[in-house]
Antibody
Framework: EVQLLESGGDLVQPGGSLRLSCAASGFTFTTYVMSWVRQAPGKGLEWVSGISGSGGSTYYADSVKGRFIISRDNSKNTLYLQMNSLRAEDTAMYYC??????????????WGQGTLVTVSS | DIQMTQSPSSLSASVGDRVTITCRASQRISSYLNWYQQKPGKAPKFLIYAASSLQSGVPSRFSGSGSGTDFTLTISSLQPEDFAIYYCQQSYSTPPTFGQGTKVEIK
């Protein structure tokens, strides 16, 4: 079955760190661009970060640049998001999303169920 | 960043109605426009790519059109399972950006 399964969401204090994981199955993981997209409670969708199939190219939203690091382990079919210096405004559901085979971010044709990150003291 | 603006923000419609949602980009994006559906408590579902190409498995009552700055998503005959929030997303340039969403509610 083609699916994405996120984990790692939690309640964390402002300034803290968290690492999210996304396990992929059912498709050739290394072929596809992968992204993280988040959704604050009651709000719309915001793209956070993307990474090429090889992992050699990474992209970030300005809102997280310098604080978040995206990576992937193609031997484990797993995508990661290391989140540092967390702020209250980072509170959101974080979705892992599969992109296309192109080297740039295009559309997202498969989404995980999401993992909730809450930043609060 | 390219700003995407959807209208209306919400609408009420009945089963069987034809529904049209508009998405406008802050600059020309050719046909680099995609649509998603999101139901409460669920992840978004991919519907349409490149403005008018239907993703595999999506019912044919969904269609998309437009190019440049103005795009539309049309549901030809609204079904009970179509009540949801719809988002457009541009893939012309990084960062990809989404519209604020259009909530389709039952009249």
């Amino acid at each position: 079955e083609v699916q994405l399964l996120e984990s790692g969401g939690d309640l964390v204090q402002p300034g803290g760190s968290l690492r999210l994981s996304c396990a992929a199955s059912g498709f050739t993981f290394t072929t596809y661009v992968m992204s993280w997209v988040r959704q604050a409670p009651g709000k719309g969708l915001e793209w956070v970060s993307g990474i090429s199939g090889s992992g050699g190219s990474t992209y970030y939203a300005d809102s997280v640049k310098g604080r978040f690091i995206i990576s992937r382990d193609n031997s484990k079919n797993t995508l990661y998001l290391q989140m540092n210096s967390l702020r209250a405004e980072d509170t959101a559901m974080y979705y892992c999303a599969k992109g296309t085979v192109a080297a740039i971010v295009e559309w997202f044709d498969l989404w995980g169920q999401g993992t909730l990150v809450t930043v609060s003291s | 960043d390219i700003q995407m603006t959807q209208s209306p923000s919400s609408l009420s419609a009945s089963v069987g109605d034809r529904v049209t949602i508009t998405c406008r980009a802050s600059q020309r994006i050719s046909s680099y426009l995609n649509w998603y559906q999101q139901k409460p408590g669920k992840a978004p579902k991919f519907l349409i790519y490149a403005a008018s190409s239907l993703q595999s498995g999506v019912p044919s009552r969904f269609s998309g059109s437009g190019s440049g700055t103005d795009f539309t998503l049309t549901i030809s005959s609204l079904q009970p399972e179509d009540f949801a929030i719809y988002y457009c997303q541009q893939s012309y340039s990084t960062p990809p950006t989404f519209g604020q969403g259009t909530k389709v509610e039952i009249k």
